[in-house]
Nanobody, 116 residues
Framework: QVQLVESGGGWVQAGGSLRLSCAAS????????VDWYRQAPGKQRDLVAR????????NYADSVKGRFTISRDNAKNTVLLHMANLKPEDTAVYYC?????????WGQGTQVTVSS
C-alpha cells in the first residue's frame, strides 16, 4: 500500500524559511514523479513544485520560483521542499502527491503559516 507522510510544517515570520519532507513507502519510489501542492482556506489545491523520476528535472509555480527548491533522495524514499523568503501568501496546507497507474496518492498534509 502506497503511503505518503509529510512533515516539517509550522509557523514562521515573513522572510523566514522552512523545509518540508515527504516520506514514501509501498512503492519503488525512484520510478515516480513527485509533486508538492498547497491549498489555502477557501481556495483550490494548486501545484507548487514537481520533480521527475529519472533525471530529477524540476519545475515550479511562478509564485514560488527562486524561493522554493524541490529535491529528492531516492535512497531514503524522500522528497524535500526547501522554502525560503516565505510570504504570508504562502500560508496553506502543503500536500505531497504522486500518481501510480492513474491513481492519485496524497499525504495527510502539513500546515505552513507565515505571519507578516
Amino acid at each position: 500500500q502506497v503511503q505518503l507522510v509529510e512533515s516539517g510544517g509550522g509557523w514562521v515570520q515573513a522572510g523566514g524559511s522552512l523545509r518540508l519532507s515527504c516520506a514514501a513507502s509501498g512503492i519503488i519510489f525512484r520510478l515516480y514523479t513527485v509533486d508538492w501542492y498547497r491549498q489555502a482556506p477557501g481556495k483550490q489545491r494548486d501545484l507548487v513544485a514537481r520533480i521527475t523520476s529519472v533525471f530529477g528535472a524540476t519545475n515550479y509555480a511562478d509564485s514560488v520560483k527562486g524561493r522554493f527548491t524541490i529535491s529528492r533522495d531516492n535512497a531514503k524514499n524522500t522528497v524535500l521542499l526547501h522554502m525560503a523568503n516565505l510570504k504570508p501568501e504562502d500560508t496553506a496546507v502543503y500536500y505531497c502527491h504522486l500518481r501510480v497507474d492513474s491513481y492519485d496518492y496524497w499525504g495527510q498534509g502539513t500546515q505552513v503559516t507565515v505571519s507578516s
